[in-house]
């Protein structure tokens, strides 16, 4: 199994979306938790690093890649 790879500021889609009806979160906190803002409300969750890969779908935007 891959492990799912993901930075500060990149994009990331989640299994879920927002009941805002946006599916598209910036990682803007990294570490033991992650803290995640939604790119429709701006609404920020913090998760535990476990459980945002497990509920991450796929990276839509690298921070890293212009
Ligand atoms: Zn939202």
Same mark, same amino acid.
């Given at each position: 199994m891959q492990a799912k790879s993901f930075e500060?500021?990149? =994009? =990331?889609?989640m299994k879920k979306q927002h009941p805002c009806g946006t599916n598209a979160w910036k990682i803007i906190r990294l570490g033991a938790d992650i $803290?995640? &803002? +939604?790119?429709? +409300?701006?609404h920020s969750v913090m998760i535990p690093r476990r459980d945002f890969e &497990? &509920? !991450?779908? &796929? =990276?839509? !935007? $690298?921070a890293t890649e212009e």
């Open positions: 500060l500021n990149d =994009v =990331v889609e $803290r995640i &803002k +939604c790119q429709g +409300c701006g &497990k &509920k !991450m779908k &796929k =990276v839509l !935007m $690298r």
